[in-house]
């Protein structure tokens, strides 16, 4: 099992009850420092002559983490551990998003302009001139987040029920980030030509489409024939919004090691729907010799498997993913915990780029190679150089719904990662500092503003 750093994602809260004596608390915080957690807040909750009631907040790095140090917290002598609580679980129930009012109904006047039969006019209008919905509905300003569940998270086929906390977590972005109202649509099907249907039916409501979560090679026919039937931007993150952070950080690595995009060469680790995409916006930017790699080696000539998608990267090399690292310059994973060994950046060339992705456990853990990378970069928020999706679609959206562009183009995507990547100051450009924060406020401004050049340029712009 990796060894991975405590974080929030498994927190925990442990109501004690702890004898007024010298000492005792300071056993408690040992058993759980020996146990590895990290700790939070420590809250004093109650405090009579005899004793304390507290609450300490704790990160482990996994369940079972978690589970080891509440036993040894129980383990403690004379400590009664009164409750525990799973601080993500909590931060779920009843869900994370809800619908409010824009505006108040606090008379009958209100009442009547709001809904009938003021509202009538307002339908009247629309039907008359359809353009009209952008104005006098949310259209907008409003996204879809469609999913079928087929390829949640690293997690799989959950189905749609257990896709909502992630298309939940997706609207808070969208809203937080962007301001843009977004609404999880959770599909009870995996047919593809269901589901681009029922995507269809829904549209005139969206301004947008944001597919999500939906599994390969499905996902490729799902965007194409969305984008060709409907008159709104349809993109698909785990793609796109992977391949637009990816690049804005390959950009920056390859300055600080000084190496140009067209001299390198690229091994990708994983050959669905986020590793094809980082594929074609490299070769997009200029990238001429990339090797993608799935569970059965290098995507070859010679191998009679590769679906259309992989074929396009198919090159007469043979062998394994350690085989292929020999004498590369960049390694990009978005594949599986731990396929990436210390042996096999060591082979790799000068100066070697490593962007582990995998979530939540990379292809490689960032100690194991600190002494042997020029530049490291995970999906995780506990080491530098987060890759993280939250850094594009905000922002890409943004600039789409507001020039009212008909689609999302390659060109908006390379424009999106040279506008991330330049929020980085030459002067501050660092082997851990090579994307900026998720919360860095100037990235949806500066992405937005990319996208929406880039729009004009292409003359996809109604507004």
């Given at each position: ?25 300071a ?6 420092a ?65 619908i ?52 949640v ?50 549209a ?84 001429e ?7 059965k080696?290098i ?31 960049v ?5 599986a ?27 490689i853990?960032?100690?194991l ?6 530049v ?80 004009r ?7």
């Open positions: 099992m990796a060894n991975l750093t405590p974080n929030s994602s498994f927190s925990l809260t442990l109501r004690l009850e702890i004898p007024n004596r010298v000492g005792m608390l056993n408690v915080t040992k058993a759980i020996t146990s590895g957690g990290n700790f939070g807040q420590i809250d004093l909750i109650e405090q009579t002559r005899a004793i304390s009631i507290r609450e300490i907040t704790v990160d482990a790095a996994s369940s079972d983490h978690a589970e080891t140090i509440v036993q040894a917290v129980k383990a403690v002598p004379d400590i009664k551990v009164l409750n525990v609580y799973d601080r993500t679980f909590n931060l779920h129930r009843g869900g994370k998003i809800s409010t009012s824009r505006i108040p109904l606090r008379s009958v006047s209100d009442l009547a302009m709001a809904y009938t039969p003021g509202v009538g006019r307002i339908c009247t209008a629309i039907a008359q001139n359809p353009e009209e919905v952008y104005n006098l509905t949310i259209k907008r300003n409003t996204v879809a987040i469609v999913t079928d569940g087929s390829a998270l690293g997690l799989g086929n959950l189905g749609p029920a257990a896709a909502l906390p992630v298309m939940e977590g997706k609207a808070m972005l969208f809203k937080e980030f962007a301001g843009i109202d977004a609404f999880p649509i959770c599909l009870d099907t995996q047919e593809t030509d269901k589901i681009i249907e029922a995507v269809k039916n829904i005139p409501v969206f301004g947008g489409v944001n597919l999500e979560d939906i599994a390969a090679p499905r996902c490729f026919e799902i965007e194409a024939k969305l984008r060709q039937e409907l008159d709104i931007p349809v993109f698909h993150d785990d793609q796109h919004g992977t391949a637009i952070v990816t690049l804005a950080a390959l950009f920056n690595a390859l300055k600080l090691v000084q190496k140009s995009m067209g001299d390198i060469r690229i091994v990708i680790n994983g050959a669905g729907a986020a590793g094809v995409a980082v594929a074609r916006l490299l070769r997009k930017a200029g990238a010799k990339i090797w993608m790699c799935d569970s080696g995507l070859s000539t010679s191998r009679t498997d590769l679906t259309e998608e992989k074929q396009e990267f198919a090159v007469k090399a043979q062998g394994t993913l350690a085989g292929a690292l020999q004498g590369a310059d390694f990009i994973g978005l594949s915990p731990g396929v990436l060994t210390p042996e096999m950046v060591r082979s790799m060339t000068k100066d070697p780029i490593v962007f582990a992705m995998a979530n939540p456990i990379p292809e853990q960032p100690e190679i600190k002494d042997d990378v020029a490291m970069a995970t999906g995780r928020s506990d080491y530098p150089n987060q890759i993280n999706n939250v850094l594009a679609f905000p922002g890409v959206f943004r600039g789409a719904l507001d020039c009212r562009a008909a689609t999302i183009t390659t060109t908006m995507y390379l424009e999106a990662a040279s506008a991330i990547a330049s929020l980085i100051k030459p002067s501050d450009l660092d082997k851990q500092y090579i994307v900026p924060s998720v919360f860095d406020e100037r990235v949806v401004t500066a992405v937005a503003g990319a996208v929406q050049r880039a729009a340029q292409e003359g996809i712009a109604r507004g």
